[in-house]
């Protein structure tokens, strides 16, 4: 059974920092891409950043520069490192994975996403 369980979000300044986590139990957490989402009120569910097996990464335009993807296979982990941050990066941010076919899935980068953590809220004020 898929986990994946996101936290380190919270509130903080414009300009300021902050690091999500993400705790995945993946049968085969190595060989699969992981990504980040986000999703503002009234908005769709955007890709963030994503790092594949071969550790390449690729970000959203809008984050390039900001926010750093990473990931710890030894642990399971998948973070999010997010800095400078604007009122427009709040939203509610969610892990992801790429897990064999099956299900619904969201593209971003070269990955198919088709599994989500419940997600955790990042609010970033003026």
């Known amino acids: 059974q898929v986990q994946l369980v996101e936290s380190g979000g919270g509130s903080v300044q414009a300009g300021g920092s902050l690091r999500l986590s993400c705790a995945a139990s993946?049968?085969?957490?190595?060989?699969?891409?992981m990504g980040w989402f986000r999703q503002a009120p009234g908005k769709e569910r955007e890709g963030v950043a994503a790092?594949?097996?071969?550790?390449?990464?690729n970000y959203a335009e809008s984050v390039k520069g900001r926010f750093t993807i990473s990931r710890d296979n030894a642990k399971n982990m998948l973070y999010l490192e997010m800095n400078n941050l604007k009122p427009e990066d709040s939203a509610m941010y969610y892990c992801?994975?790429?897990?064999?076919?099956?299900?619904?899935?969201?593209?971003?980068?070269?990955?198919?996403?088709?599994?989500w953590g419940q997600g955790a809220q990042v609010t970033v004020s003026s």
């Open positions: 992801s994975a790429e897990i064999g076919s099956g299900g619904p899935v969201v593209p971003f980068y070269r990955c198919f996403f088709n599994y």
């Open positions: 993946v049968g085969n957490f190595i060989g699969s891409c």
């Open positions: 790092i594949d097996s071969d550790h390449t990464t």
